[in-house]
Nanobody, 117 residues
Framework: QVQLVESGGGLVQPGGSLRLSCAAS????????MGWYRQAPGKQRELVAT???????NYADSVKGRFTISRDNAENTVYLQMNSLKPEDTAVYYC???????????WGQGTQVTVSA
């Protein structure tokens, strides 16, 4: 089974930046897409950004223009560059990968992002 490990979370002031990384334990077979989700306390998990095998991207309206998702050529690492961070961006951010002959979801353990003065 592929394991995803997130890193790069932390505490940042409003208007600051963070870059999250998600590394897969092995190269993904039949890669479809990878993405970032986030969940704040008491709220549902929401999609933040996705990137496909063809490098097309999609963003939630709340982060569009501020966040950028990218991946490496080996399709085993995905990044989320977060700029102009707001307090409402505070959440646990989870990495997701969709891969396999029968497409399945892989999830990381999450990394905490806190935006506060």
């Amino acid at each position: 089974q592929v394991q995803l490990v997130e890193s790069g979370g932390g505490l940042v002031q409003p208007g600051g930046s963070l870059r999250l990384s998600c590394a897969a334990s092995r190269r993904l077979s039949r890669f479809y897409a990878m993405g970032w989700y986030r969940q704040a306390p008491g709220k549902q998990r929401e999609l933040v950004a996705t990137i496909t095998s063809g490098d097309s991207t999609n963003y939630a309206d709340s982060v569009k223009g501020r966040f950028t998702i990218s991946r490496d050529n080996a399709e085993n690492t995905v990044y989320l560059q977060m700029n102009s961070l707001k307090p409402e961006d505070t959440a646990v951010y989870y990495c997701n990968a969709k891969a396999g002959l029968v497409m399945i979801d892989f999830w990381g353990q999450g990394t905490q992002v806190t935006v506060s003065a």
